[in-house]
């Protein structure tokens, strides 16, 4: 199988030719690793491999709806028994984990063939995938430019066609801005309806969840049908969709009235393309039959992005406390970034805490206001195409006063510094259109439904009420059958395109 041919298909696709007896699990897990060999040195987008292992379950029985699809699992979250979790983390990524993540283990009982670990910036803290450990990994359709975060990894590898779909997670758009960036599909399901066990209950409040990204509208579909259903350690069980989350592609929604903004909650400049992509996207909803207007919720975007972020750094150092727990590693084994959102998290006093989480409720309740009156909310996902890797690197100087205060011990100075800004920048800047549906722990959408004049990708977001996902499927589906995407491949501009990998050697197929 070459790879021309293997990426004509996506997971569903393989899926049936596995089970016609078409082509062999060995088959498919050898074009992916020939794949993946291929762009590797110019994405750098895999951690871990693990493709002895791959060979051995590739060539055993398996079952299930994606039996013998090549696979790739987050660096992050998302732990398979035996197996570092490295997080991003050169200490971290020495150390095994002892069991298996339930996501991970619904994937291994669908069958998938798991070959690697995906690239992620530590902890999972930015919208960029460029940690020290590993260094950054680069973007398909440009490779001076970043594939997002922090699912970056599993992005460049879906959009590089190494793998049809993989494992992502999202806390503040980490499934949608790599999906924007990198022209593929993401979805973030809502709150509680995929586990995040058994070794913790949620993350980040309920504001982080697990999903994936991929090329095809009905392959996120396919996979969540796999992954939604509560666990015995659950803190909360969600009601189970009235139907399998596949069919709800097959048919178009019913008509959605569809509130639509352009406007950076930030009050930060937005790309006009990226501005231009929603108002088409808006042209073509009405066209399809659904009713969109301009509106927005009610909510102080600036406010919003001082809870979120006030809540991510006390959520990262709780994370660098139990990783120098786990690993015994010191303070100084993590990045500068890290170790200053993780001193400001520390020096946060618990009654403002409990405030913002008092607040988190309210952009809930304005939320739910909206959504009274519109179905969807409609934004750009990021503000802009994909930035420049590097672009967010913090300044010498910067980082020689903050490793001052780092030794001091000064966590409530950093946290009145300027630098917090410039996190804040570069977290948020860039993407303020995701993190109310974390907060709020609606499900959301990003479609690719937009290209620049340079030839970028850009995503629009679409974000539902409680249990609206079959309906946020529906309607990616009905935007994919109007203006397909999956088709398109990534030829980055100034730079050589990215190499096919040679045909494979003719191989037995599955009997």
């Known amino acids: 199988m070459t790879w021309d041919e293997y990426r004509e298909h996506d997971a569903v696709g393989l899926a049936e030719l596995v089970k016609s007896g078409a082509v062999s699990p060995v088959e498919l897990l050898e074009a992916a690793l020939a794949r993946a060999d291929a762009v590797e040195p110019t994405l750098n987008a895999i951690r871990h491999r693990l493709d002895d292992d791959a060979r051995t379950r590739a060539r055993g029985p398996l079952s299930g709806p994606f039996a013998g699809v090549p696979f790739l699992i987050k660096d992050l979250g998302q732990h398979l028994a035996g197996v570092p979790t490295g997080s991003g983390n050169r200490s971290l990524a020495r150390f095994p984990r002892p069991e298996t993540s339930t996501v991970v283990r619904r994937w291994l009982d669908a069958g998938l063939v798991v070959f ?27 490779p001076s430019r970043t594939p997002g975060g922090s699912s970056g990894g599993s992005a460049a590898a879906v959009a590089a066609g190494v793998v049809p779909v993989a494992g992502g997670n999202d806390g503040g758009g980490s499934i949608r801005i790599p999906a924007a960036a990198c022209g593929l599909f993401g979805l973030k399901p809502g709150r509680g309806v995929v586990p995040s066990g058994p070794d913790v209950d949620e993350v980040f409040h309920g504001a982080a969840v697990q999903g994936v990204l991929s090329r095809t509208v009905r392959d996120s579909a396919a996979m969540l049908d796999v992954l939604a259903g509560s666990a015995p350690e659950d803190p909360y069980r969600v009601a189970p969709a009235e139907r399998p989350y596949a069919d709800a592609v097959v048919d178009d929604p019913r008509p ?17 393309e990226a501005a231009a992509a929603v108002r088409d996207a808006g042209e073509l909803l009405t066209g399809l039959g659904h009713v969109v207007e301009e509106s927005a919720p009610a909510i102080d975007g600036q406010r919003l992005a001082t809870d979120f972020l006030t809540t991510w750094f ?33 020096s946060l006093a618990a009654p403002g805490y409990l405030a913002t989480q008092s607040r988190w409720h309210q952009y809930t309740r304005a939320l739910s206001a909206f959504h009274e009156r519109y179905d969807m909310l409609l934004t750009p996902t990021t503000a802009r195409p994909a930035w420049p890797i590097g672009e967010f690197d913090l300044a010498r100087p910067v980082r020689l006063a903050a490793r001052g205060l780092l030794a001091a011990r000064i966590g409530g100075v950093l946290g009145r510094m300027r630098l917090v800004e410039k996190l804040a920048v570069a977290n948020l800047e860039p993407a303020p259109f995701t993190q109310l549906a974390n907060v709020t722990g609606r499900p959301a959408s990003s479609v690719p439904l937009a290209r620049t004049s340079s030839g970028l990708p850009l995503g629009i977001q679409f974000v539902g009420r409680p249990g609206s996902e079959p309906e946020l499927l529906a309607l990616a589906a009905q935007l994919e059958r109007a203006r397909p995407w999956a088709h398109l491949r990534p030829s980055p501009p100034d730079s050589p395109p990215l190499p096919d990998s040679p045909p494979l050697p003719d191989s037995p197929s599955a009997a």
């Open 116 to 142: 690697g670990r995906t690239a992620t910036p530590e902890f999972g803290a930015r919208a960029i995938t460029e940690p020290v450990a590993g260094g950054p990994t680069r973007n398909p359709w440009d």
């Open 314 to 346: 006390a959520m990262v150092a709780a994370e660098v406390a139990a990783a120098r727990e786990f690993t015994g590693c010191a303070e100084g084994d993590f990045e500068i970034e890290t170790r200053i959102m993780a001193a400001i998290g520390r």
């Open 256 to 272: 959605l009235r569809i509130g639509l903004t352009t406007v950076s909650s930030l009050g930060g400049p937005v790309d006009p």
